[in-house]
C-alpha cells in the first residue's frame, strides 16, 4: 500500500449498478486453508531473500513473483496476459488472469498489487493480498467454478510508487471493454500483525470524509460484512481515500470494495477492545520496513480475509442478475407530481423534473451535472443571479412517483442517487428524505442538515422494500429548509427498484 500524498481522486462517476445482496442459488464459498496461502508467501519471501532482499518495481524480485504467480494460473486452466508498461525508466508489468466462462459483458474483477517497496521483502504489504487471491483463483479452478459472471484476477505492478499499474490498466481499457467491468475487488494488506478488521465504505455510512464509491459499491460492501457478520466479527468503514488500486476503477465509475487490516495508522484502545491486539501500537509495526517478513503476519486475520475473500467471489460471481422493475431517469416525463399532498410550505426550490442550473456558495451547491443524461429530479432548477435565488426556502417541498405495480415474490431492492447541500446556517431542522408509499408509509433514507457547510456531491442509497411485495406502491421524495434563512439544494436521480 502506497503512502497517501493529499492529492484527491479525480470526481466519482456514479454509474447507476445494483450488485445483488444475496444470490438466488449461489455455490457455496470453500474454507481456503490458510496454510496454501502461507506457502505463498513463503515463495515470495524465498524469492526477495535471492533477490536483493525485496520484490520493488524494476527490479529482479518483482519478476521472479509475476512469474510464479503466472505459472500457477497457467497450470490451473487460466489464460493470462501480462502487460508492460514504464515507469521510473524501469518495466513495470501488470498480470491479468481470466477464469473461462461467465457473461463476457459482466466482469467481477478481483485484484492486489504484487510489488514492494525496495526496503524489505513486502510479505504483508503486499504479499498478503496478492497470495490471498492467488489461493482463491486456484480453488475456482479446484472447483471447476462455472459462475454466472466473468472472473479476472489481477496482479498489479508499482502501486507503491502511485498505482501506476492499476492506473495504466485502466487508462488503456476501451470505453467499451470498461463497461464490461461491473465490480472490482481490492484486498491491500490482510494479515497484519496487529489486525483490525477494515470494509471499505461503499456508500460512505460512516460518514468519514472520502464520500461513498460508484453505485453498486454499497452492495460490494454489504457482501463482505456479510461474510464477517456470519462469524461473529465486527468491522469497520475504511475511506476509499486513494491509497491503493480501487482508485482508477472509481475513478471512471467502477463499482469498488475490498478489505483492510491497517498499515501505520495507531491502533486505539477502542480498536484494541473490539478486535485485540495492543493498542498506541500500529497495525503494522513493520510497515514499509526490512522486518516486513513471514515473521509479520498474523495468521487469524489472513485466514479471515481469504476466505472474505473466496465468500465475496463465490456470492458475486455465482448470483443471478437482478431484474429491473422500474426506473426513472428522469429524461422523459413520466408522471411525477409535485406537492401531492397539498400540504408543501416552501416559498421557492420546489421539486421539479428539469436540467439543472448550477450554483456555488463556498462550494458546489445546486449540481449543474446529473448522474445520467441531462434532466434529474432538482429543488428549483434555475440558478439566478446568487445561490439564494432559487434555492428551497420557507418549509418542506415534496415530489411523488406515479404508481408502480410490485411484483408478489423475490428481494426487491430501491436504489437511487441523491445530493443535499447547504450552507454553515443550516441545522438538522432541514432535510432530505425518501419514503415508499403503499398500504402504509415507510421511510427508506434520510439525510438531515448541519451547521456545517456541505458540498453538493452525488452519493448513492438503497434499501430493501420487499416488505411492500405485491403491492401498488408510489416513491416520495421530500425536502426541508426549516432552518431560518438556510441555504439548501437538493437532488435525487436514477431511481430503480429490482427483483433479485
Same mark, same amino acid.
Given at each position: ?44 519471501? #524465498? ?26 494460473? =497457467? ?12 515507469? #521510473? ?32 521483502? !513486502?510479505? $504483508?504489504?503486499?504479499? &498478503? ?41 485502466? $487508462? ?13 475487488? #481490492?484486498? =491491500? ?24 464509491? @460508484? ?107 437482478? *431484474? ?19 400540504? =408543501?410550505?416552501?416559498? &421557492? ?6 436540467? @439543472? ?13 446529473? *448522474?445520467?443524461?441531462? $434532466? =434529474? ?19 418542506? &417541498? ?39 408509499? !403503499? ?48 441555504? *439548501? ?12
Amino acid at each position: 500500500m502506497r503512502l497517501l500524498r493529499g492529492i484527491p481522486l479525480a470526481a466519482i462517476l456514479a454509474i447507476p449498478l445494483v450488485l445483488p445482496l444475496a444470490p438466488a442459488a449461489a455455490n457455496a464459498a470453500p474454507d481456503i486453508p490458510v496454510a496454501n496461502v502461507k506457502a505463498h508467501l513463503t515463495q515470495f519471501q #524465498n524469492i526477495a531473500s535471492a533477490n536483493g532482499g525485496n520484490r520493488a518495481h524494476g527490479r529482479p524480485g518483482y519478476l521472479a513473483s509475476l512469474n510464479y504467480v503466472k505459472g500457477l494460473l =497457467d497450470a490451473a486452466g487460466y489464460t493470462t496476459t501480462v502487460q508492460s508498461f514504464t515507469y #521510473n525508466a524501469a518495466t513495470g508489468y501488470n498480470l491479468i488472469a481470466d477464469w473461462p466462462g461467465g457473461d463476457p459483458n459482466d466482469v467481477l474483477m478481483t485484484g492486489a498489487h504484487l510489488d514492494g517497496v525496495t526496503a524489505g521483502p !513486502g510479505i $504483508n504489504d503486499n504479499g &498478503s493480498g496478492s497470495a490471498a487471491i492467488l489461493e482463491t483463483a486456484l480453488e475456482v479452478s479446484r472447483q471447476g467454478l462455472q459462475p454466472t459472471k466473468h472472473l479476472r484476477f489481477a496482479w498489479w505492478g508499482a502501486e507503491e510508487l502511485g498505482l501506476r499499474g492499476s492506473q495504466y490498466y485502466v $487508462n488503456n481499457l476501451p470505453a467499451a471493454e470498461r463497461t464490461k467491468i461491473k465490480g472490482y475487488l #481490492n484486498f =491491500d494488506m490482510v494479515g497484519s500483525p496487529n489486525a483490525g478488521y477494515f470494509v471499505y465504505d461503499g456508500d460512505n455510512s460512516d460518514g468519514t470524509g472520502a464520500g461513498p464509491g @460508484p453505485a453498486g459499491s454499497a452492495q460490494i460492501e454489504q457482501v463482505i460484512q456479510s461474510y464477517f457478520t456470519g462469524i461473529g466479527v465486527a468491522t469497520r468503514g475504511t475511506d476509499f481515500d486513494g491509497r491503493s488500486d480501487y482508485g482508477p476503477f472509481i475513478a471512471v465509475g467502477i463499482p469498488a470494495g475490498g478489505t483492510f487490516t491497517g498499515a501505520e495508522g495507531i491502533k486505539s484502545a477502542a480498536q484494541a477492545s473490539l478486535w485485540g491486539g495492543t493498542a498506541g501500537q500500529a497495525f503494522d509495526p513493520c510497515y514499509h520496513r526490512a522486518c516486513d517478513t513471514t515473521a509479520n503476519i498474523n495468521d487469524t486475520a489472513l485466514d479471515r480475509n481469504t476466505d472474505a475473500i473466496a465468500h465475496s467471489v463465490w456470492t458475486i460471481a455465482t448470483s443471478t442478475p437482478p *431484474v429491473t422493475v422500474w426506473q426513472d431517469t428522469f429524461e422523459t416525463a413520466t408522471g411525477w407530481t409535485a406537492n401531492p399532498g397539498g400540504s =408543501d410550505t416552501a416559498t &421557492s426550490g420546489q421539486w421539479e423534473r428539469g436540467d @439543472p442550473e448550477a450554483t456555488t456558495s463556498s462550494g458546489a451547491k445546486q449540481l449543474g451535472t446529473t *448522474v445520467s443524461g441531462v $434532466n =434529474d429530479l432538482v429543488t428549483g432548477r434555475l440558478a439566478g443571479t446568487s445561490a439564494g435565488a432559487y434555492d428551497l426556502d420557507g418549509g418542506t &417541498s415534496s415530489i411523488q412517483s406515479p404508481p408502480v405495480t410490485l411484483p408478489a415474490s423475490g428481494t426487491l431492492n430501491l436504489s437511487f442517487s441523491w445530493y443535499l447541500a447547504h450552507g454553515t446556517n443550516s441545522s438538522s431542522a432541514d432535510y432530505l428524505r425518501v419514503k415508499v408509499v !403503499g398500504s402504509t408509509t415507510s421511510q427508506v433514507f434520510q439525510q438531515l442538515g448541519a451547521a456545517s457547510n456541505r458540498n453538493g456531491t452525488w452519493g448513492t442509497a438503497s434499501a430493501n422494500i420487499s416488505g411492500f411485495a405485491g403491492q401498488t406502491v408510489r416513491i416520495l421524495v421530500e425536502a426541508a429548509d426549516a432552518s431560518t434563512a438556510s441555504l *439548501v439544494e437538493a437532488g435525487v436521480d436514477d431511481v430503480k427498484i429490482t427483483r433479485q
